[in-house]
């Protein structure tokens, strides 16, 4: 079967690719500690059920559910105003780390000179620094410097997002077609004005779907934030996983799943607009 | 004076694209490139744009030497001298009139150039580029939905929109029909002469060129092969330009026309 004419030369490297990457989890596995096994143990099982059953019927009287609205306004606009604010800071940081707007790559092939490479370093570092450190680290820091609440949440999304949206965006910048951008330089125009006209029209539709989708994730980061103290979802859910009120926490998951969805509807909706 | 190359060479890695040209074009000029596939025909036009940098000689453009300006003042420069590219880089969700719009960005300071993306600030001046090309329907159009000389024709519109004082063609109309592309090179002739414009045009279609331009310069081997009037070039000029010892089977030369066009 594998005669010379019917041989893919690929085969051989990708067998032994895959035995590698076995290979290589292995130790992963151990160094986890991840065990299945103790799912299945009787009294692992037992607490487990108990939690979960308590989960139905979901809580709905009234009370509770003007207070779920509220923390669930709140987780929105804690991961809302936190993007707004990371958006300030990632856009200029992309436009400065991308090499898609160096003049001299214009004439030089999309080859940038060593100057504009050693002067992207340091944006390229800022940016690495603001998401090298978890969102969840920010928080607790912020807690204590502004107290407990939403405030805390807001300024950690900002952070860790600004260098997060900032890399990713200059990494699109540099990844469009870059002959409209280098025409444009070529005929003159400035390098803003070749961004918005060159760069922009072709990078649009990801950088929309990009935002939405860290959009949605920075919802689930505020509502994790909740826990260490910075208001929304998430310190209702700890509140009331605490007190063992398993019908509460499912009302909340169910809130949960809701804005994930609007965050997926809204994805789609935006990209069929633009592409 | 308005282009002087001076002993200018262009090398892409190891493959020398330009050797040594040294060329003069006078204001107001009417100049056709022609030569075989790979001679070096665009080379020659994005060095006169400027667009790239020669690696050796010199280029005069407009009285200045652009490779000695500061980046700020080359970018001054480089909005009055016009390319019109082979297959114009647009991007594909852009509209015409936005592209087209976008030929005057380097005159532009950068507050119109933002407002003119949220509303066209000359929606007449574009149309009436677009009009003389016969595209005045598609303004509003993505460029994505256009043919190849559709999109040949609205590059052609965006560098008259520019209103260059030297405009330079890389093949403008490789993608058009015989009849489109000739009005199309009778149009940007009769703005040259109007505007009192430099025009540089490289033609794959030797007729076109002799047709429509008073100067013809062969290019071969990124060496100037020949440069005259239209009226001094002859058939065994062109053959010698064209002559290609790599073909297996070279055509017999016919009894009337001996000039192989590679495309029209």
Known sequence: ?275 | MTIHLHGAGLRHGQVRALDAVSLRIDKGERVAIIGPSGAGKSSLLHLMATAVQPSAGRLELLGEQPWVLSSRARQRLRARVGLVHQAPPLPPRQRVITAVLAGRLGQWGTVRGLLNLVYPSDVPGARQALAELGLADKLFVQCGQLSGGQLQRVGIARALYQRPEVLLADEPVSAMDPVLADHSLALLNRHAQDNGVTLVASLHAVDLALAHFSRVIGIREGQVAFDCPAQAVTESLLDALYANEQLASPPTPGPTLTVQIPRC
């Not at chain 1, 051989?12 to 989890?25: G, I």
């Not at chain 1, 409209?180 to 070529?186: G, I, V």
């Not at chain 1, 919802?219 to 398993?246: E, K, N, P, T, Y």
């Open chain 1, 1 to 275: 079967m594998l005669n010379a004419d019917t041989r893919d030369p690929a085969a051989l490297p990708r067998l032994l690719l895959t035995l590698l990457a076995l290979a290589l989890l292995w130790p992963g596995l151990r160094l986890s500690e991840l065990n299945p096994g103790v799912l299945l143990q009787a009294e692992n099982r037992q607490q487990m059920g108990g939690f979960v059953s308590a989960f139905w019927p979901p809580a709905h009287d009234a009370d509770f559910l003007s207070l779920l609205s509220e923390a669930t306004l709140q987780t929105l606009a804690v991961a809302t105003a936190g993007m707004a604010l990371a958006l300030l800071l990632a856009v200029p940081a992309s436009l400065l780390a991308s090499r898609a707007l160096s003049l001299r790559a214009a004439s030089r092939g999309g080859r940038p000179g060593l100057w504009s490479r050693v002067l992207r370093m340091p944006v390229r570092g800022l940016l690495v620094f603001l998401r090298s450190v978890p969102e969840i680290v920010w928080a607790l820091l912020f807690v204590r410097a502004v107290g407990l609440g939403p405030t805390a949440g807001v300024l950690a999304i900002a952070i860790t997002y600004a260098g997060m949206l900032g890399k990713v965006y200059a990494e699109i910048f540099e990844s469009v077609d870059q002959r409209p951008a280098h025409a444009l330089l070529q005929s003159g125009s400035g390098r803003l004005m070749a961004f918005f006209y060159g760069i922009l029209p072709g990078a649009a539709a990801e950088v929309v779907s990009y935002t939405v989708y860290r959009w949605e994730c920075a919802v689930r980061a505020s509502v994790v934030m909740g826990f260490v103290g910075a208001g929304g979802l998430g310190q209702q859910i700890d509140l009331s996983m605490r007190m063992f009120a398993g019908a509460e926490v499912a009302s909340m998951l169910l809130a949960f799943l809701g804005l994930v969805m609007l965050a997926d509807l809204l994805s789609r909706v935006l990209r069929g607009r633009l592409a």
